[in-house]
């Protein structure tokens, strides 16, 4: 099993930024990529950034230029750095993490963007 546990989400104005970040514990071993996705009620959940064990990375297209995501192998965390943020950014921010190729999910945080 692997647990994934959030922190970091609150309330920005527009044109701020938030710092996300997730650690993940348990059965590590095996960890393909670990990455960010957000959902609102209006819309599935939709990808914000991932990276791979090989540090690769690739961002949905309504946040590139704005949000980092960087691995932390030897803490076992990932960290979303979310920049010029906007009220449609406005979503529940859930940590991924794949192993073996099947995902976890952590408990979502909430981020809330104000105009």
């Known amino acids: 099993q692997v647990q994934l546990v959030e922190s970091g989400g609150g309330l920005v104005q527009a044109g701020g930024s938030l710092r996300l970040s997730c650690a993940v514990s348990g059965s590590i071993f095996g960890l393909n990529a670990m990455g960010w996705y957000r959902q609102t009620p209006e819309k599935q959940r939709e990808l914000v950034a991932v990276?791979?064990?090989?540090?690769?990375?690739n961002y949905g297209d309504s946040v590139k230029g704005r949000f980092t995501i960087a691995g932390d192998n030897a803490k076992n965390t990932v960290a979303l750095q979310m920049n010029s943020l906007k009220p449609e950014d406005t979503a529940v921010y859930y940590c991924?993490?794949?192993?073996?190729?099947?995902?976890?999910w952590g408990q979502g945080t909430q981020v809330t963007v104000s105009s």
């Open positions: 990276i791979t064990s090989g540090g690769t990375t």
């Open positions: 991924d993490a794949v192993r073996f190729g099947l995902p976890y």
